[in-house]
Every structure is written in C-alpha cells, then in structure tokens.
C-alpha cells in the first residue's frame, strides 16, 4: 500500500546521494570496509561523546558483539532487560549463554521500570542492558547511582534514541557499552548498519576482532598484533584467528552515507523534538496517552497509546487508519511484549505475565507512527483530526 503518512519519509537525501556518486566515481576506489567507515566511527565518536565507535552491519550485531565481549569478559551471569525491546537484544543474551531476566515499562517512557530492575538486582547480575525506547531516555539518578553501588555494569541500546539525553549529556554515554543502529526508519540511517560505542579500549580492541572473523591484526593496537605473531610464529601473521567470531564489517558506500546523515542528525531531531509536542498538543488526550516522559526525549516516531483496553475498538483504530493510508506499527517497534513470542519460551518457563501489565498494554493497544523530519505542522493535525474522531 501506499501511504501517505509512511513511517518514514524520504530520509535518503541529494546530499547522501551525491556522497556515494563521489565515491563510486573514484579511481583505484576500496569500497569494503576502509577510510571512510574509519572517518565515520571518528566523526560518529566525537558527535556521541566517547572514546570508540566501531561501525557494523545493523544495530542486531552491535547487540550480539557487545554480549559476545561480555561474555569473554566476565563469564556468565543474569542479564536484566526489558519485555519490551528489539529481538536482537534478547537474542544476543541468550545466544551468549546469559540467564535474561526481564523487567515490566515505565508507562511514561515505555523503558524499564526503575524500581523492576533494582528489585531483581542479586549478587548474579552481572548487567542491565537498557533499551532507551522509541526515543524516551531510561536512566535515573537513583537507578544510575544503585548500579555503580552495586558493580552491576549498564549497557546502553540507544538504536531508537539518536540524540536524546538524560541529564544533558547524550545517551550511550553512560553505560561501558552502548549499541545504535542506523537502520532505514532511525533517526538516521546508512541503509543497514550499526555502532558499537564504548570509552573502554580494551573493550574497543576487542569488538574490533570480533567484528572481522576474530582476526588479530584487526585490534588497532600494534603492539597486541606483535605480540599475537610471535606467540603464533606457525601460523601466517595476517592470518591469525584468535576467537570465534563473525564478520559484522560495513562498508564504504555506508560509510560515506553515515558522514553525510550526521551532518544533518541535530538539525533533524530538532524538527523531530517540535513535531512531537505539537503532536501531543493536537490529540484527544481523553482516547490516548500523552502522559510521556519528555525531558531529554527525541523520538523518530509518535507512540499511539490507546487509553481504552478494549479490542473491538482496536480493530476499529487499525481499520480507520488503514483506511486513511497512515503506516503505524502495534506493539511499538519490538511488536511488543517479547515474552510472548514463540522463540523465547524454552527460555522463561516460570514468567508470569501478570506481572507484564504495563508492556502488555502497549503489547495489544500501543502503536506508533512516523516522525520524520519533512512532517509539516499542517499534516500532523491532520492526522490528529483522523486519530480524535475514530469512535473509540
Ligand atoms: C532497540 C533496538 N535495538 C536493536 C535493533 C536492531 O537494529 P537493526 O535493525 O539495525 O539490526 C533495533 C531495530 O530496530 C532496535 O529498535
């Protein structure tokens, strides 16, 4: 179907294009991963604020590499993360032998719950994986405070949170590690793509092996690499594979469309941030939640909270916006509640949903639909007018 209120808009420009006609047009070009996938982890590191970007494949390999060193760092242990999240967070948990512990939302910010996480907090945690959800940011003070108290490591997917921030400094800051993805409908895209963001070098070095099918001379750091040839003198010094691992590398063509988006990133969550209170000021807060936690938030999406719990007038919702051609999404953008998809239910055998109400609400009656950057004013309340009249 064509919409004409899509999820996302337009959002690869003449500049980016014209980015990659530059590039494809050069003599003796590389086009796997090289200069400017490098250029655009220095650019993305210093737009972010940290030490280490390494730029793969989608944000699901950002999630699997950030377990994948966990694992190689600290063995085992309970991993909390919320019920309402991508897949791939949870994936890349239980792919790496972690037990997840999942925790109900905050309603106001739909991430999790502070007062969830510090109560399933134990002497086995050895994590909080915080997925900053459809823009809204996660932390607290008291939550931040609690896990430094406690040694309890945080680790940041900011992959629908581009930009926003807590405390006035940008999310995936705070955590050892944290996750973007850049794919289409984000904040900002490079087609496919992810980053892997830590101030941590070893763990840098690290991710960067990982990323390239484990090999050693991957690690930027020349001294490790000598040190790898003369502890293997059999074996070819290009060619030394030191763990088991995947190749998550990017390319230059995304390279070049990263730097081109970024110059554009601030200017764009600026439009973002406006269209989203001006949204909120134009719906029926009497059908749908508008409650959210604001401050620090730059959300790429508008989230449709339906207040009633009533499923006849959800079908209706979704019939009357399929009808007016609006793209939106139910169950935010993970589909909702994880805890009820068929891939994780050898892994929770004794969840009690009940305890889920909160995702679960956004599970049967939260939707979102797109915030892209080129939504006038005028559309929005357009929009709002279809949104307050559906008879529900
Ligand atoms: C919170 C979160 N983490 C990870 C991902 C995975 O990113 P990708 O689609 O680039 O694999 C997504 C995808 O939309 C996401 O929303």
């Not at 509640?337 to 049967?364: A, C, G, M, S």
Request: aromatic share 12%; proline share 3%; hydrophobic share 40%.
């Amino acid at each position: 179907m064509q919409f004409s209120h899509p999820l996302m808009h337009d959002n690869f420009t003449k500049g980016d294009l014209n980015a990659v006609i530059k590039l494809l047009k050069k003599k003796n070009k590389i086009l796997t991963q090289s200069k400017y996938v490098k250029l655009f982890e220095k650019k993305w590191s210093r737009w972010l604020g940290v030490k280490y970007s390494v730029f793969v494949n989608s944000g699901s390999s950002a999630n699997l590499l950030t377990m994948t060193v966990l694992k190689m760092l600290y063995g085992g242990g309970e991993i909390i993360l919320p019920a309402l999240t991508w897949v791939s967070d949870v994936n890349s948990v239980i792919q790496n032998n972690f037990k997840p512990v999942f925790v109900d939302i905050n309603p106001k910010n739909l991430c999790m719950s502070e007062d969830e996480i510090i109560k399933k907090i134990n002497k086995n945690t050895l994590a909080v994986f915080m997925t900053h959800a459809q823009g809204f940011n996660g932390l607290t003070s008291k939550l931040v405070a609690f896990l430094k108290k406690k040694r309890v490591l945080l680790i940041e997917d900011v992959s629908e949170s581009h930009g926003a921030t807590f405390n006035k400094k940008k999310l995936g800051t705070f955590g050892i590690i944290s996750n973007f993805s850049f794919y289409y409908a984000h904040h900002m895209t490079t087609i496919e793509g992810g980053m892997v963001c830590t101030n941590d070098k070893k763990i840098y070095e690290i991710v960067k092996i990982l990323r390239s099918h484990g090999m050693a001379r991957e690690s930027d750091n020349l001294t490790f690499e000598k040190k790898m040839i003369i502890k293997y003198p059999k074996l070819s010094p290009k060619f030394i594979f030191l763990y088991p691992a995947y190749n998550f590398r990017n390319n230059e063509v995304s390279g070049v469309i990263g730097l081109s988006q970024l110059k554009s990133l601030d200017k764009n969550n600026k439009k973002r941030k406006d269209n989203f209170k001006f949204f909120l000021k134009s719906i029926d807060q009497s059908k749908y939640r508008t409650d959210f936690q604001l401050k620090g938030s730059c959300n790429y999406a508008f989230p449709v909270i339906l207040k009633k719990k009533n499923l006849k007038s959800r079908n209706l919702f979704e019939k009357m916006l399929l009808k007016n051609k609006i793209e939106f999404r139910r169950g935010s953008a993970g589909g909702g509640n994880q805890l009820r998809q068929p891939y994780l239910q050898k892994f929770i055998k004794n969840i009690n949903l009940n305890n889920f109400k909160e995702v679960d609400h956004i599970h049967f009656f939260g939707y979102y639909i797109g915030n892209y950057p080129s939504l006038t004013k005028i559309k929005i309340k357009k929009i709002c007018n279809i949104l307050n009249h559906i008879k529900i």
